[in-house]
């Protein structure tokens, strides 16, 4: 199994889940995402996709799905899954697609970050909690957005090169609660992707946190 995290993220985000897939028998690995963009992060993942032997089930959460897709056509990547997540097809970009559908308050929620290098996103403490992680504790919140990794700017007007093969097998999670991407949008790209979906009722986009043994469900049935 190999977990990309999400934007603002690191690979703790994925602890709970991973501790049942370890439990369950499975080798996991949930790497870094260096969040500078689509084409970047692509190329760098696709260097810890070598160094992985065996069959492989790619899950992203979130911006990754972007990225999960990029990667599909990597050898022996056997299945895809998709959690709360952008699955996006060639020449999109996630500013698009998420603007696409109402329901996602991600914008008003983010600041940037001007460097001599470039432009970053990153996450109001004071006002993201509620947007990203309505469903779990706001001390967990509160720490994870204290603990943020912001993200290249550019990544979400960046267009996707690739469209996910159409006869490797899909699987999307979607939370019906989520507030960064619009549920909408998410079943829309799902159903288009010929996905597999499971709808977590009132889970946040979060959900990897919140929900991590229905999240692990749906990742042991894509290993199947």
């Given amino acids: 199994m190999v977990l990309l995290h999400g934007a603002y993220a690191d690979g703790s985000s994925w602890s709970q889940v991973i501790t049942r897939l370890q439990g369950d028998g499975y080798n996991v690995v949930a790497p870094a995402v260096p969040l500078r ?112 990794r912001p993200i290249a700017a550019a990544a979400f007007s960046e267009p996707v090169e690739k469209t996910a093969p159409a006869a490797l097998p899909k699987y999307a999670v979607v939370p019906t609660g989520d507030h960064a991407i619009a549920p909408a949008a998410e079943r829309f790209m799902a159903k288009r992707a010929g996905a597999s979906i499971t709808e977590i009722d009132g889970a946040s986009h979060l959900v990897l946190v919140s929900q991590p043994a229905a999240v692990t469900k749906v990742i042991e049935r894509a290993a199947r």
């Avoid at 799905?65 to 959690?83: N, Q």
């Avoid at 696409?100 to 001007?114: A, C, D, K, N």
């Fill in 37 to 148: 963009g689509i084409a970047s992060d692509t190329s760098y993942l696709g260097g810890v996709l070598a160094g992985i032997p065996g069959p492989k089930v790619l899950v992203g959460h979130s911006y990754s799905g972007a990225l999960v897709s990029e990667l599909a056509s990597t050898p022996d990547v056997k299945s895809l899954v998709y959690v709360a997540a952008f699955i996006p097809e060639a020449g999109e970009t996630l500013g698009a697609l998420n603007s696409q559908f109402p329901g996602s308050e991600l914008g008003p929620v983010t600041y940037t970050i001007s460097y001599p290098g470039g432009v970053d996103l990153a996450l109001n403490p004071k006002t993201a909690g509620p947007v990203l992680a309505a469903d779990i504790p706001a001390r967990v919140g509160a720490a994870a957005i204290a603990a943020q």
